[in-house]
């Protein structure tokens, strides 16, 4: 079983609408756990951190699940500037690696 | 936060040779770390950089293929020696802030084709 897993997608939305997204996680002694997005041929970048009490930024609502040991990412309102690859970041287990990446679920937001 | 800048940010090379990658941190970090990510999949990590002391390699990369540098706390290289096509990738140093909330930062990226 991988670390982290995701849908790989490609999620393929109109505009305006409401996605979500799960990712699991295996291990239960993770501390952080984040969503990153990575627009194509470029670098990821953090888009939040997930708290366990959930959190939201604008259109933007994490919310963390410690018992099923998953994460969630729901973006209400989608704008085309919303496609891209969304990562599941969680830290890991190990002193070398401490974060660990999901697949990437694609997310395709059609006018 | 830290701002990494890489380079170079992309480059086509011939089989059998090697490329060195830079990343430069503008804060001191104990940890640098490289990763790989091939098309259309997540990024795997190759080794972490500790300044001071040899990388720590993940399974499936070894030194004698991606030799890593770390002569101070803001800088490292990843060398990819040896090239093949299927070293084609993105390359990418991170690294990551202080505190529980271990969020990553990453340079821009090194998009490297291998022909």
């Known amino acids: 079983r991988k670390e982290v897993e995701q849908d790989p997608g490609p999620f393929n939305v109109p505009e305006g609408a409401t996605v979500a997204f799960n990712c699991t996680y295996s291990?239960?002694?993770?501390?952080?756990f984040f969503w990153y997005r990575q627009d194509c041929r470029k670098e990821p970048k953090l888009l939040m951190s997930?708290?366990?009490s959930g959190n939201e930024d604008g259109r933007f609502t994490a919310q963390l699940n410690r018992a099923s040991q998953y994460i969630s990412l729901l973006i209400r309102d989608s704008k085309l500037s919303d496609s891209a690859t969304y990562l599941c970041v969680v830290n890991g287990s190990s002193s070398a690696s401490k974060i660990i990446f999901g697949s990437g679920t694609r997310l395709s937001i059609r006018p | 936060s830290a701002v990494i800048s890489q380079k170079p940010s992309r480059d086509i090379c011939q089989r059998g040779t090697s490329l060195t990658i830079q990343c430069q941190v503008d804060s001191q970090v104990t940890m640098m770390f490289w990763y790989r990510q091939q098309p259309g999949q997540s990024l795997t990590l190759i080794a972490t950089a500790n300044q001071g002391s040899e990388a720590t390699y993940e399974s499936g990369f070894v030194i004698d293929k991606f030799p890593i540098s770390r002569p101070n706390l803001t800088f490292s290289t990843l060398t990819v020696s040896n090239m093949s096509p299927e070293d084609s990738s993105i390359y990418l140093c991170?690294?990551?802030?202080?505190?529980?909330?271990?969020?990553?930062?990453f340079g821009q990226g090194t998009r490297l084709t291998v022909v």
């Open positions: 997930v708290y366990s």
């Open positions: 991170s690294v990551e802030g202080s505190g529980w909330d271990t969020e990553a930062f």
């Open positions: 291990n239960s002694a993770s501390q952080s």
